[in-house]
């Protein structure tokens, strides 16, 4: 069975760092992609962050609004990927969910799921 | 305000059917035929229950079905059971600048 399991969320002050990471199991990690959605209270999903598998170079993708202060990374050997956000802003407060992406389909896409770690941007 | 546009709520009686709809733009959805659902039970993972706009995964019931018109997608929940009672998010591949983006979600209630 495919599991994600998110952690390293919790309460932060504006400005800060924090670095969430992901745990899979269930599935060969380093044969997948993985990214990172996030959804703000009471909001809809956002895409935040993708990154290839080794064998495609382990290349990253943010989205605008997170390039330059988050940064996605793997160890595939640890099968776990991490996310490290710095320059925290209110604006960031979200329940970060970790994500496979499959590439079994027209075009890849997120097919497994993490429950999602919340982060709470607040002084 | 998220990309794509979802009605916020939805519902049914059990046995009845329920269909979500999902607009975009040319830009997303009448783009790709990359489209897809997922099913939210609070506080549990998001589960795929379509992709490729039509296609379901291995052990998604096949009263979930999808379909595209243009830049709008939708899901189609029959027989409504009290188990499909859930927030429903749709998402569509927008291109290697964009990659994915969501819809806001519709809550759907079963009566």
């Known amino acids: 069975e495919v599991q994600l399991v998110e952690s390293g969320g919790g309460l932060v002050q504006p400005g800060r760092s924090l670095r969430l990471s992901c745990t899979g199991s269930g599935f060969i990690f380093g044969d997948y992609a993985m990214s990172w959605v996030r959804q703000a209270p009471g909001k809809g999903l956002e895409w935040v962050a993708f990154i290839r598998r080794n064998a495609f170079g382990g290349t990253t993708e943010y989205a605008a609004s997170v390039k330059g202060r988050f940064t996605i990374s793997r160890d595939d050997y640890k099968g776990v990927a991490y996310m490290q956000m710095n320059s925290l802003t209110a604006e960031d407060t979200a329940v970060y969910f970790c994500?496979?992406?499959?590439?079994?389909?027209?075009?890849?896409?997120?097919?497994?799921w993490g429950q999602g770690t919340l982060v709470s941007v607040s002084s | 305000q998220s990309a794509l546009t979802q009605p916020p709520s939805a519902s049914g009686s059990p046995g009845q059917s329920v269909t979500i709809s999902c607009t975009g733009t040319s830009s997303d959805i009448g783009a790709y035929n990359s489209v897809s659902w997922y099913q939210q039970h609070p506080d549990k993972a998001p589960k795929l229950m379509i992709f490729d706009v039509t296609k379901r995964p291995s052990g998604v019931p096949n009263r979930f079905s999808g379909s595209k018109s243009g830049n709008t997608a939708s899901l189609t929940v029959s027989g409504l059971q009290a188990e499909d009672e859930a927030d429903y998010y749709c998402?569509?591949?927008?291109?290697?600048?964009?990659?994915?983006?969501f819809g806001g979600g519709t809550k759907l209630t079963v009566l």
């Open positions: 994500t496979r992406v499959g590439d079994g389909y027209a075009i890849f896409l997120p097919d497994y």
């Open positions: 998402c569509s591949y927008a291109g290697s600048n964009s990659f994915w983006v």
